[in-house]
C-alpha cells in the first residue's frame, strides 16, 4: 500500500497495474469468509489478529508494531508511512485515536482488566510526523467495578518526554452474558472475557 500512494509512475502504468491487482483480488476472492466468521489464522485466546488494522501482520495498513509490557504498562514502537497521511507529512488525526484505542487496550488487558472501548478522548498537542520512529505509551490508572480508566500518550521515540498526542479511554470488561450477546456467532471456545481486548 505504501507504493501505492507514493508512485509517480505515467497513468498509464497505473491502469495496467490496477488491471493486475485487479486479477490477483480475484484470486484472494475465491476462498473467503463471512465478516461475521473469524478468520482461521486467528487465535483470540492467543492474542493473535492477523488482519487487524493496527496489530495485524496479514492487514496492508498496519505497520509493524512492537508492543511490550511491563507490568501493567505498555509501550509500542512504530513508524507511519504515506498511508497514514493526514495534513502534507504528518499522520492523519483518526490514525492517531486508531493507534491510542489499541495501546490503551493493551494496558487494560496487562492490568487484568480486557475489555471493549466505551469511550476515548484525544488530545492533539502537536502534529505527529510520517517516517520518525514514534513511542506509544499506555497504563491503565483507575478501575470502578466492570470499567477501566487508561491513558496513554504519542511521542518520538526520540523526544519521549516531548507529548505530541494524550488520549483516555474507558474500557467495559465483559461479563459471560454479555459475551454470548455481542459474539453469539461465532463458535464455543473462541470467546472468553480474556480474550476481548480491543
Known amino acids: 500500500m505504501e507504493a501505492a500512494v507514493r508512485t509517480e509512475v505515467a497513468p498509464e502504468e497505473l491502469r495496467h497495474v490496477a488491471k493486475e491487482a485487479r486479477r490477483l483480488t480475484d484470486r484472494l476472492a475465491e476462498r473467503s469468509r463471512e465478516v461475521t466468521e473469524l478468520p482461521a489464522v486467528d487465535d483470540l485466546l492467543g492474542r493473535v489478529r492477523m488482519y487487524n488494522p493496527v496489530i495485524g501482520e496479514g492487514h496492508p495498513a498496519a505497520p509493524p508494531i512492537t508492543f511490550s509490557h511491563d507490568g501493567d504498562e505498555v509501550t509500542g514502537h512504530y513508524t507511519l508511512g504515506s498511508m497514514h497521511e493526514g ?89 459471560r452474558s454479555q459475551l454470548e450477546r455481542m459474539f453469539s456467532h461465532l463458535a464455543d471456545g473462541q470467546m472468553s472475557p480474556g480474550s476481548i481486548h480491543d
Open 87 to 175: 495534513p502534507p507529512s504528518f499522520s492523519h488525526g483518526g490514525m492517531t485515536a486508531l493507534f491510542l484505542d489499541q495501546a490503551l487496550g493493551h494496558a487494560a488487558s496487562a492490568a487484568g482488566r480486557p475489555g471493549v472501548t466505551t469511550d476515548l478522548t484525544v488530545r492533539y498537542r502537536r502534529p505527529v510526523p510520517l517516517g520518525v520512529p514514534l513511542r506509544i505509551w499506555s497504563k491503565a490508572v483507575e478501575r470502578d467495578g466492570s470499567r477501566t480508566l487508561v491513558r496513554g500518550v504519542i511521542t518520538t521515540a526520540a523526544e519521549p518526554d516531548v507529548t505530541l498526542v494524550e488520549s483516555e479511554g474507558r474500557f467495559l470488561t465483559l461479563n
